[in-house]
Nanobody, 125 residues
Framework: QVQLVESGGGLVQAGDSLRLSCAAS????????MGWFRQAPGKEREFVAA????????AYLNSVKGRFTISRDNAKNTVFLQMNTLKPEDTAVYYC??????????????????WGQGTQVTVSS
């Protein structure tokens, strides 16, 4: 069983930055693929970013490339999402997820085994 706890969400203005954190339980964190997804009201959950076990491989939603950066600290069992130049369309609940099976990197929600409870990010114009 893996527990994921997100933090760092909030209300910001367009152009501001936020850093989301996701603390994970489990002794094998360094082997997990970790991802961030988001869901806006009335929309389906969408992939935002993912990172492989070592941090050497990452993937991003096209609309966040160059603005968001995913990283991880395996010593602290934590994954981060640095979000810069936020836009109103980034408003959503952001979820952290852990994939225990994929060897490379995962961008589909069905590939992930465990999910956090989510943290709200609201960007005002």
């Amino acid at each position: 069983q893996v527990q994921l706890v997100e933090s760092g969400g909030g209300l910001v203005q367009a152009g501001d930055s936020l850093r989301l954190s996701c603390a994970a339980s489990g002794r094998s964190f360094s082997s997990y693929v970790m991802g961030w997804f988001r869901q806006a009201p009335g929309k389906e959950r969408e992939f935002v970013a993912a990172i492989n076990w070592s941090g050497g491989s990452t993937a991003y939603l096209n609309s966040v490339k160059g603005r968001f950066t995913i990283s991880r600290d395996n010593a602290k069992n934590t994954v981060f999402l640095q979000m810069n130049t936020l836009k109103p369309e980034d408003t959503a609940v952001y979820y952290c997820a852990a994939d225990l099976r994929t060897l490379g990197i995962a961008t589909k929600d069905y590939e992930y085994d465990y999910w956090g409870q989510g943290t709200q990010v609201t960007v005002s114009s």
